[in-house]
């Protein structure tokens, strides 16, 4: 049985879908783009900053449903721009520190409200 996941302490969706599905034991992350929960905005026009708004986003989602970082198997990372992939990449290793997930990196013509990084994630239990 899915149930939806939804938290006011991560961004509301911008279009017809949810913040997460959990389905049995698994949990499906819609992507995080670095919006400020509280105002909608995105938040600095910089990898660094964006990067820790998505992870912010994404633990206050997996919280929500009872899951932590720790349960994340699977990241596919969206980026506007490659050259950017190391900054990300430093950020990343903070919170991934021990058995990182599975990892898919693209780059992409263009994010939605202009985001440089969007990140969407499978966690199981």
Do not use: W
Not at 18 to 41: T, V
Not at 72 to 84: P, R
């Amino acid at each position: 049985m899915k149930r939806i996941i939804s938290t006011d302490k991560a961004p509301k969706a911008i279009g017809p879908y949810n913040q997460a599905i959990e389905f049995g034991n698994m949990l499906f992350l819609s992507g995080q783009i670095p919006l400020d929960p509280q105002g909608g905005e995105l938040v600095a026009n910089n990898i660094e900053a964006q990067t820790l708004q998505v992870f912010s986003n994404i633990k206050n989602v997996l919280e929500e449903a009872n899951y932590t970082l720790d349960h994340v198997v699977k990241t596919t990372v969206f980026l506007s721009d490659l050259s950017n992939f190391a900054a990300m990449n430093k950020i990343y290793a903070d919170f991934f520190t021990k058995d990182q997930p599975a990892r898919s990196t693209v780059q992409v013509a263009a994010l939605p409200k202009g985001a440089l990084i969007e990140i969407e994630c499978i966690a199981v239990k």
